[in-house]
């Protein structure tokens, strides 16, 4: 399966090649995929979202119908047996991914995008204003991710925008803090002075010189919020918080069937393993992304 | 000969591609020589002064060769065996001595640290330390010792790492660049401090470095290391004189030496990665005299002169004789400017907060002229350049152009004022935006500078890349996929977009390579000569003012002491001060002398 990857055409670093010139983005994206980790993170990250959104299609029974006895063991017709209430395991972990994707994705691009905004923002325009605003983000970034989702939660029920909501709202100030970061080391760095001092504008400049240029630590940072979505979302799930019974869900999977874990584990295992295996994936991908990010400016001053 | 430290064909290779770092080198040094290696950047230098020491860094392998030292093979020692002999009998001290010393313990702890390892050290701890600290120029009061390393300048921080690794009067002492970022005064005496350690010590040493000045200055012979081979060696004053090797002549030709006037003569190309090295000698692609036997096989090595080694297949032809010292002077070549205007500062005061770190700097530059500021570290020079360019506003005085004067912050300056006075960065690499191709940065200089329709932007910009002497196909490379010396060109054509009357440069050549230096240079005066561009040229190196500019201001602790001719300046400095770093200046203008005669 890696072979593919091997094609002179995707090698782009020293072969100067003559060819129209590719996005940063691109670039980096086509220089990332030569390496290890980022085929097999790929490979398991495509894996599990092709479980979860192509797997209602493929389940062999109803999710939410009574197939058998309760805690039914695998079998030729339950490749996984059955849950506590003899619901077939292998048709609820189908079904029960896309959920779980739908609402920690919106919150992942949400949350990372307002970070990232109000991040390069306070970076570009340091004041004590903006300095005050990182400060009250600090005492946010204080009180624990899922208690504040639950706070929330608790009070105005389950809801999908709700979760999306909170959990967005979780990231945004680990996600500001990390790119105003990056940005600060780019906005000091001569090509913005450079640009400062022929009078672009202002807005040019946070779009052509400083965003491109943080957008390897902004790939990192999506890949490792989004992991983090699933976790705060599978978390709420198992405490009874994300999708509502009957409705399969892995996080809801988890607990329903734990108390079966050491005679017929299935239940709980597919769906442990599978976020397992997304996070694994996800986090791979993005550490690809973020060694190529400093691959290629390493390279600069080598030059 | 005695040899005291001896390596024989030692190869240096890449894990991951299998390309040789350094290729089949053989080294001897004798007992008290300073030995020294020259070599570009990527030449593999820093990689064989630590295969010396039998050390190779993260990714690389020994392949074949050996190294012996004070009579014992390095190769038949365990890791145990190697350690006890690192810091006693083989030393090292690298390029920047605030990174080598740890920033937690003080001065005195560290050096005493080193001291005890001596088994033979018949004098007591405190004897040898208030010794070695004679030796190496430092006081020796306890208030000194309980300094920590930040406490120090840059210069007494190197002294304390050089008294460290000739602590234990080691046989062999490798020093990688030790006064590379130090100002010229302060690294004469640290190379007059070396020179007599090794003396008083017998310890043999391999200095390592990419200035020809500096081993003329130090070293007994000279190495000259070319993409992971030694393709000259030979005794310093032998080899700077009468250099046999095209890429000897033509690395010499690229060195300035404080001559007026005089034109330096650039390598064209760039040397190769070792992974792209050409088949046969690996220098022919940019040799001026190669032939086809160049390209064949690898050169065998000859011995022109008594003591002297040379691997080039043309040696014994003689015909390496005539690499061009070109005499043409940037004097003579000086047009008259024939478009009128004048960059004027005057009486200008710049201020960090309350402090006025440049006080009443007064100069002007004409069109077609280059004018050098020159100062060391700390001087305010570039202080000056950032006020004239708007990027620094809390001045008083007035800079203007004819007689307007411009505003203070270049936010406040019309479009007009910002085309004409452009600035070229120190290092190339950190004023490219890394993620946009050189076309996109060229254009949008030109978008933001010049209202024009699309067909003259594409024009302005085929105009800029043709006057710095790079082809349009770079338009869609990234800065990453382009050399030093390339990326500073692409970094002058993107000031040259705009047609600037003036040229703000700051330190545009202290990142590249000399070769590459010359190059530049020559690619400045050629632009003030042929489009009348006036030029402010900041440098610490009083050397290389000699070859670029007309005139000089000489600057320290924030006034200008001296502004004359550069003729004036080099033959009859008027100040204490100029004189003493033209002193100090390490240089090879005894070569420009024997030119001459």
Same mark, same amino acid.
């Given at each position: 399966?890696?072979? &593919?990857?091997?094609? +002179?055409?995707?090698? #782009?670093?020293?072969?100067?090649?003559?060819?129209? +010139?590719?996005?940063?983005?691109?670039?980096?994206?086509?220089?990332?995929?030569?390496?290890?980790?980022?085929?097999?993170?790929?490979?398991?990250?495509?894996?599990?979202?092709?479980?979860?959104?192509?797997?209602?299609?493929?389940?062999?029974? @109803? %999710?939410?119908?009574?197939?058998? $006895?309760?805690?039914?063991?695998?079998?030729?017709?339950?490749?996984?047996?059955?849950?506590?209430?003899?619901?077939? #395991?292998?048709?609820?972990?189908?079904?029960?991914?896309?959920?779980?994707?739908?609402?920690?994705?919106?919150?992942?691009? /949400?949350?990372?995008?307002?970070?990232?905004?109000?991040?390069?923002?306070?970076?570009?325009?340091?004041?004590?204003?903006?300095?005050?605003?990182?400060?009250?983000?600090?005492?946010?970034?204080?009180?624990?991710?899922?208690?504040?989702?639950?706070?929330?939660?608790? /009070?105005?029920?389950?809801?999908?925008?709700?979760?999306?909501?909170?959990?967005?709202?979780?990231?945004?100030?680990?996600?500001?803090?990390?790119?105003?970061?990056?940005?600060?080391?780019?906005?000091?760095?001569?090509?913005?002075?450079?640009?400062? *001092?022929?009078?672009?504008?202002?807005?040019?400049?946070?779009?052509?010189?400083?965003?491109?240029?943080?957008?390897?630590?902004?790939?990192?940072?999506?890949?490792?919020?989004?992991?983090?979505?699933?976790?705060?979302?599978?978390?709420?799930?198992?405490?009874?918080?994300?999708?509502?019974?009957?409705?399969?869900?892995?996080?809801?999977?988890?607990?329903?069937?734990?108390?079966?874990?050491?005679?017929?584990?299935?239940?709980?295992?597919?769906?442990?393993?599978?976020?397992?295996?997304?996070?694994?994936?996800?986090?791979?991908?993005?550490?690809?992304?973020?060694?190529?990010?400093?691959?290629?400016?390493?390279?600069?001053?080598?030059? | 000969?005695?040899?005291?430290?001896?390596?024989?064909?030692?190869?240096?290779? @890449?894990?991951? $591609?299998?390309?040789?770092?350094?290729?089949?080198?053989?080294?001897?040094?004798?007992?008290?020589?300073?030995?020294?290696? *020259?070599?570009?950047?990527?030449?593999?230098?820093? $990689?064989?002064?630590?295969?010396?020491?039998?050390?190779?860094?993260?990714?690389?392998?020994?392949?074949?060769?050996?190294?012996?030292?004070?009579?014992?093979?390095?190769?038949?020692?365990?890791?145990?065996?190697?350690?006890?002999?690192?810091?006693?009998?083989?030393?090292?001290? +690298?390029?920047?001595?605030?990174?080598?010393?740890?920033?937690?313990?003080?001065?005195?702890?560290?050096?005493?640290?080193?001291?005890?390892?001596?088994?033979?050290?018949?004098?007591?701890?405190?004897?040898?330390?208030?010794?070695?600290?004679?030796? *190496?120029?430092?006081?020796?009061?306890?208030?000194?010792?309980?300094?920590?390393? !930040?406490?120090?300048?840059?210069?007494?921080?190197?002294?304390?790492?050089?008294?460290?690794?000739?602590?234990?009067?080691?046989?062999?002492?490798?020093?990688?660049?030790?006064?590379?970022?130090?100002?010229?005064?302060?690294?004469?005496?640290?190379?007059?401090?070396?020179?007599?350690?090794?003396?008083?010590?017998? @310890?043999?040493?391999?200095?390592?470095?990419?200035?020809?000045? #500096?081993?003329?200055?130090?070293?007994?012979?000279?190495?000259?290391?070319?993409?992971?081979?030694?393709?000259?060696?030979?005794?310093?004053?032998?080899?700077?004189?009468?250099?046999?090797?095209?890429?000897?002549?033509?690395?010499?030709?690229?060195?300035?030496?404080?001559?007026?006037?005089?034109?330096?003569?650039?390598?064209?190309?760039?040397?190769?990665?070792?992974?792209?090295?050409?088949?046969?000698?690996?220098?022919?692609?940019?040799?001026?005299?190669? &032939?086809?036997?160049?390209?064949?096989?690898?050169?065998?090595?000859?011995?022109?002169? !008594?003591?002297?080694?040379?691997?080039?297949?043309?040696?014994?032809?003689?015909?390496?004789?005539?690499?061009?010292?070109?005499?043409?002077?940037?004097?003579?070549?000086?047009?008259?400017?024939?478009?009128?205007?004048?960059?004027?500062?005057?009486?200008?005061?710049?201020?960090?907060?309350?402090?006025?770190? *440049?006080?009443?700097?007064?100069?002007?530059?004409?069109?077609?002229?280059?004018?050098?500021?020159?100062?060391?570290?700390?001087?305010?020079?570039?202080?000056?350049?950032?006020?004239?360019?708007?990027?620094?506003?809390?001045?008083?005085?007035?800079?203007?152009?004819?007689?307007?004067?411009? %505003?203070?912050?270049?936010?406040?300056?019309?479009?007009?004022?910002?085309? @004409?006075?452009?600035?070229?960065?120190?290092?190339?690499?950190?004023?490219?935006?890394?993620?946009?191709?050189?076309?996109?940065?060229?254009?949008?200089?030109?978008?933001?500078?010049?209202?024009?329709?699309?067909?003259?932007?594409?024009?302005?910009?085929?105009?800029?890349?043709?006057?710095?002497?790079?082809?349009?196909?770079?338009?869609?490379?990234?800065?990453?996929?382009?050399?030093?010396?390339?990326?500073?060109?692409?970094?002058?054509?993107?000031?040259?977009?705009?047609?600037?009357?003036?040229? /703000?440069?700051?330190?545009?050549?202290?990142?590249?390579?000399?070769?590459?230096?010359?190059?530049?240079?020559?690619?400045?005066?050629?632009?003030?000569?042929?489009?009348?561009?006036?030029?402010?040229?900041?440098?610490?190196?009083?050397?290389?003012?000699?070859?670029?500019?007309?005139?000089?201001?000489?600057?320290?602790?924030?006034?200008?002491?001296?502004?004359?001719?550069?003729?004036?300046?080099?033959?009859?400095?008027?100040?204490?001060?100029?004189?003493?770093?033209?002193?100090?200046?390490?240089?090879?203008?005894?070569?420009?002398?024997?030119?001459?005669?």
């Amino acid at each position: 399966m890696h072979t &593919e990857t091997q094609k +002179p055409g995707l090698i #782009v670093s020293a072969g100067h090649s003559d060819a129209e +010139p590719r996005s940063a983005l691109a670039r980096l994206l086509l220089e990332a995929a030569r390496l290890r980790r980022f085929q097999i993170g790929m490979a398991l990250t495509l894996l599990i979202l092709g479980l979860a959104l192509l797997g209602p299609l493929a389940a062999p029974s @109803s %999710p939410t119908a009574f197939v058998a $006895t309760p805690f039914a063991m695998p079998s030729l017709s339950f490749p996984f047996g059955a849950d506590y209430l003899g619901r077939d #395991v292998w048709s609820r972990f189908l079904c029960g991914g896309l959920s779980l994707l739908l609402i920690s994705m919106p919150a992942t691009l /949400i949350g990372v995008g307002l970070g990232m905004a109000a991040g390069i923002t306070a970076a570009m325009f340091k004041s004590s204003w903006t300095e005050a605003g990182m400060r009250l983000l600090d005492v946010l970034l204080a009180f624990p991710q899922v208690v504040l989702a639950l706070l929330f939660v608790t /009070i105005l029920g389950p809801r999908p925008w709700l979760l999306i909501g909170v959990v967005a709202l979780a990231h945004f100030p680990q996600s500001t803090r990390v790119l105003k970061g990056a940005a600060s080391d780019i906005v000091e760095r001569d090509f913005v002075k450079a640009a400062q *001092v022929i009078g672009m504008p202002q807005s040019r400049i946070l779009f052509d010189e400083v965003l491109p240029n943080v957008s390897g630590q902004l790939l990192v940072e999506l890949g490792l919020r989004f992991t983090y979505s699933i976790g705060i979302i599978a978390a709420l799930g198992f405490l009874g918080f994300g999708r509502q019974p009957p409705n399969p869900d892995w996080g809801l999977m988890i607990s329903e069937n734990k108390v079966a874990l050491l005679f017929q584990p299935w239940g709980t295992l597919l769906p442990v393993i599978a976020i397992a295996v997304l996070t694994v994936g996800v986090n791979l991908v993005a550490d690809a992304l973020g060694r190529v990010t400093a691959r290629i400016s390493a390279r600069m001053e080598q030059a | 000969m005695n040899a005291v430290a001896s390596m024989q064909g030692l190869s240096v290779a @890449s894990i991951a $591609t299998g390309a040789e770092i350094i290729r089949n080198v053989s080294l001897t040094l004798a007992r008290g020589e300073i030995l020294g290696l *020259v070599g570009e950047s990527g030449s593999g230098k820093s $990689t064989l002064g630590l295969a010396f020491l039998w050390h190779t860094q993260k990714g690389l392998m020994r392949r074949g060769g050996t190294v012996s030292l004070a009579g014992s093979a390095l190769a038949t020692l365990d890791a145990k065996a190697l350690s006890r002999l690192r810091g006693r009998v083989m030393t090292y001290v +690298p390029q920047d001595p605030a990174r080598a010393l740890n920033p937690a313990l003080r001065i005195g702890a560290q050096i005493r640290d080193v001291i005890a390892l001596d088994r033979n050290n018949t004098a007591t701890g405190d004897q040898r330390l208030s010794e070695l600290l004679g030796e *190496v120029d430092l006081p020796h009061d306890s208030a000194f010792l309980r300094r920590y390393p !930040h406490e120090l300048s840059g210069g007494q921080q190197q002294r304390v790492v050089i008294a460290m690794a000739f602590a234990c009067r080691p046989a062999f002492v490798v020093l990688d660049e030790p006064t590379t970022g130090l100002d010229v005064t302060v690294q004469k005496r640290i190379l007059a401090t070396v020179k007599d350690l090794c003396r008083t010590s017998g @310890s043999a040493a391999l200095y390592v470095t990419h200035d020809i000045a #500096v081993v003329a200055a130090i070293a007994d012979r000279v190495g000259v290391l070319y993409s992971g081979s030694i393709v000259e060696i030979g005794p310093t004053a032998g080899v700077l004189r009468a250099p046999v090797h095209p890429y000897t002549r033509s690395l010499l030709a690229a060195v300035p030496t404080a001559t007026p006037g005089e034109s330096l003569a650039g390598i064209p190309g760039r040397a190769p990665l070792p992974d792209q090295r050409p088949s046969g000698c690996a220098f022919h692609t940019r040799c001026a005299v190669s &032939e086809a036997r160049c390209a064949g096989e690898l050169p065998q090595r000859s011995t022109p002169t !008594h003591e002297r080694s040379v691997w080039c297949w043309r040696a014994e032809d003689g015909v390496a004789a005539n690499v061009p010292r070109a005499s043409a002077s940037v004097h003579e070549r000086r047009a008259p400017a024939h478009r009128a205007g004048v960059l004027s500062v005057n009486a200008l005061t710049a201020y960090y907060g309350a402090v006025a770190a *440049v006080r009443d700097v007064s100069f002007s530059i004409a069109r077609g002229e280059i004018m050098a500021l020159v100062g060391e570290s700390g001087s305010g020079k570039t202080t000056v350049s950032r006020c004239v360019v708007g990027a620094h506003s809390a001045y008083v005085g007035s800079i203007a152009i004819d007689a307007e004067e411009l %505003p203070h912050s270049a936010g406040k300056r019309s479009t007009l004022q910002r085309r @004409s006075l452009q600035y070229v960065f120190q290092n190339p690499y950190a004023a490219l935006n890394p993620r946009r191709t050189i076309g996109q940065t060229l254009l949008q200089w030109a978008r933001v500078l010049c209202d024009d329709t699309a067909a003259e932007y594409k024009q302005r910009i085929a105009t800029a890349l043709e006057r710095v002497g790079l082809e349009t196909r770079y338009l869609g490379r990234y800065p990453d996929e382009l050399s030093g010396g390339q990326q500073q060109r692409v970094a002058i054509a993107r000031a040259l977009v705009s047609d600037p009357a003036f040229l /703000i440069c700051d330190e545009i050549t202290s990142a590249l390579d000399v070769s590459v230096q010359a190059t530049v240079i020559n690619l400045l005066s050629t632009l003030c000569r042929d489009t009348g561009l006036g030029v402010l040229f900041i440098t610490h190196n009083l050397p290389l003012v000699g070859s670029v500019a007309q005139r000089v201001a000489v600057m320290r602790a924030g006034r200008v002491v001296e502004c004359a001719s550069t003729v004036d300046l080099f033959r009859h400095p008027r100040e204490a001060y100029t004189m003493q770093i033209l002193q100090d200046s390490p240089s090879l203008s005894f070569l420009g002398t024997v030119n001459r005669e």
